[in-house]
């Protein structure tokens, strides 16, 4: 690696320390475990990564992006948390080229297909009663299962996804008769990934439409309450650029919910000697960072990535690894 590259890297990390912290309110509504991010790649440029979506994770950040895959991509992710909280996930995806007799003149689509599993959970929560005695311990599990898919109507350089996604929260032992509380939702995720130059990526998204819980109160009480928690519907655009460095990437992403103010995303990698990358970024004003390694693993390219990720309101500070398989 010349001294440039190394010069450049430095000069964005000093950057990204200096400036200022934003405060932030997304654990007090519906649906926090899908606003957290995906993937320590993805967390360490800071989560921007609407206009990069690539790999599996495609299908959180920006479904559009499947159909571009190359190869087909198996990635485990697992996020160290404080407080007794978990969160864990699952993702394969492949790119789908159908193939066409060159007689029949027939054009077709390249598409793309993804399946995954986020988990998110919480042990240990210190139940007490009106006296302050500790009487119970509390957990809570919430799971989506997604199915992503996308074609590209104009090949390479436009593409459209979906994904479908299906919530499941879950509270046990609740009450006097331990009864579980539990409800299921559905939510759906649009994405459009533009590609008007080599180096050169937009890409939209709507997520979370529709998504929501519909809680009832019946096990608890004899009193049946209903009570809906609504997942912010978001909106969010990005931009990322390879230019002109092949070697560099720079991604930028803008977000804004109908419960939240705007929100900014910045992130960088830096790929070095082909097996290494430095990745650095901002979430939200919150500093991230991380690297990769790619390797040969029985003749499959395998990646191994970290991300640091600082938190706000004084909360400690987040370590997240991936591991990620080209079959």
């Given at each position: ?8 890297l430095?000069?964005?990390?000093f ?9 932030a ?15 320590a790649r ?16 495609a ?7 499947i ?15 404080s ?28 598409g ?5 599993w986020?988990?998110?959970?919480v ?6 009663d ?10 809570n ?6 199915l992503?898919f ?23 032992d609740?009450g ?6 539990s409800d299921?939702?559905l ?26 819980y519909?809680?009832?109160?019946d ?7 209903d ?6 519907q978001?909106?969010r ?38 097996q290494?990358?430095?990745r ?9 960072l ?16 970290y991300?640091?990720v ?6 400690a ?11």
């Open positions: 690696m010349n001294k440039f590259k190394i010069k450049l430095l000069l964005g990390l950057l990204f320390a200096f400036i200022k912290d934003v405060p309110d997304d654990g007090i509504l519906a649906g926090a475990f899908l606003r957290m991010g995906l993937g993805a967390n360490a440029m800071g989560g921007a990564f609407t206009g990069v979506a690539e790999g599996a994770v299908a959180y950040y920006n479904p559009a992006g159909p571009f895959l190359e190869k087909r991509e198996i990635m485990l992710s697992y996020r160290f948390l407080l007794d909280r978990n969160f864990n996930y699952i993702g394969f995806a492949t790119g789908v080229r159908p193939k066409v007799e060159e007689e029949s003149g027939e054009l077709a689509l390249n793309g297909l993804a399946l995954s986020i988990h998110a959970g042990d240990n929560i210190d139940g007490r009106f006296a302050g005695n500790h009487y119970q311990d509390f957990s599990s919430e799971h989506a299962f997604a992503s996308g074609i590209m109507p104009i090949k390479n350089m436009l593409a459209i996804g979906l994904t479908g996604r299906v919530l499941y929260n879950r509270f046990p609740m006097d008769d331990n009864a579980t509380i299921t939702g939510g759906v995720d649009l994405g459009v990934l533009v590609k008007p130059l080599p180096y050169l990526s937009v890409g939209f998204t709507i997520k979370n439409i529709n998504a929501k519909s809680w009832k109160t096990k608890l009480w004899e009193k049946d309450i009570k809906i928690d609504r997942f912010p978001t909106l655009g990005g931009i990322s650029l390879r230019y002109p460095y092949p070697w560099l990437l720079l991604a930028a992403d803008i977000e804004k919910n109908n419960q939240q103010d705007l929100k900014y995303f910045i992130g960088i990698e830096a790929m070095l000697l082909d290494f990358a430095a650095a970024g901002l979430n939200d004003g919150s500093l991230t991380g690297g990769g390694y790619l390797f040969q693993l029985f003749s499959r390219s395998v990646q191994i990535q991300a640091f600082t938190k706000k309101y004084d909360a500070s987040e370590h997240i690894f991936s591991w990620v398989f080209h079959l």
